[in-house]
């Protein structure tokens, strides 16, 4: 069973510059969520779909941060203008359905750095 | 609100010696709680879990974990460390009212075992 997919690995830019963050998950599983981890903490939830909706976004910044997952599958993660604190490891995680016990399986995350 | 302790950021050990990486948890009603491990530039990687029943829950690798409700701990624990166990070591909680399953994850605990 192939894992969750992510790309790019690492992505380096400059402060105020955009990018922008792609997630495959695996296949099936309905809820796709986005947290990103800053060196020395444990991962911090931005986002969570149920299949292509929204159910908690209450830790996005967004009036910087915006996520979507068209067609409940895959989901990009944009930030625009990134800060120097947004430099961090971005991981991507999916489970067969939210509102269960299920575990989550992650990918192996983008590096960013923000100069 | 439901949070996380880890009140080590680095545990060492010997290799062959007991490993325990603590784990306490404050949540308003029950519990699920969840050990994940991450290898370098890699994803978080699921160990095992608590949802009900026997308080001793049996994981991947050798690892085990005991849930004690009248201490709030969930500590993981392996008889015999190997080198290849050394990695970052994150517990998470969720409330089980929580129809969205979100997770909270501690800091996380380094692990280093030594040969």
Redesign the interface.
């Known amino acids: 069973e192939a894992g969750?997919a992510q790309s790019p690995r690492y992505k380096i830019i400059e402060k105020r510059q955009s990018v922008a963050f792609w997630c495959n998950p695996i296949s099936g599983h309905a809820?796709l969520y986005w947290y990103q981890q800053i060196l020395?903490?444990?991962?911090?939830?931005l986002i969570?779909f149920?299949n292509n909706g929204v159910?908690?976004d209450s830790q996005l910044p967004k009036d910087r941060f915006s996520a979507e997952r068209l067609k409940g599958v895959d989901s990009t993660l944009k930030i625009q203008p990134a800060k120097l604190e947004d430099s961090a490891v971005y991981?991507c995680?999916s489970?067969l359905a939210?509102?269960?016990?299920?575990?989550?399986?992650?990918?192996?995350?983008t590096r960013l750095t923000v100069l | 609100a439901q949070s996380?302790a880890q009140p080590e950021d680095q545990v060492n050990v010997a290799e062959g010696n007991p490993l325990t990486v603590k784990c306490t948890y404050s949540v308003s009603g029950n519990p699920?709680l969840?050990w994940?491990v991450q290898y370098p530039?890699?994803?978080?990687?699921?160990l095992l879990?608590y949802?009900t029943g026997d308080n001793l829950v049996k994981g991947s690798y050798g690892f085990e974990a005991e849930f004690n409700k009248s201490q709030t701990s969930f500590h993981l624990k392996k008889p015999s460390a190997l080198v290849s166990d050394s990695a970052l070591y994150?517990c998470?909680v969720?409330k089980?009212t929580d129809?969205?399953?979100?997770?909270q994850?501690?800091?996380?605990t380094q692990v280093v075992v030594t040969p």
Do not use: C, H
Not at chain 1, 40 to 45: E, S, W
Not at chain 2, 99 to 103: D, I, N, P, Q, V
């Open positions: 969750v809820t020395g903490q444990g991962p911090k939830l969570q149920q159910v908690d991981l995680a489970s939210a509102g269960t016990y299920n575990e989550q399986f992650f990918g192996p995350g | 996380v699920y969840f994940y530039n890699r994803g978080l990687q699921f879990k949802i994150f998470a969720r089980t129809s969205w399953g979100k997770l994850f501690g800091a996380g």
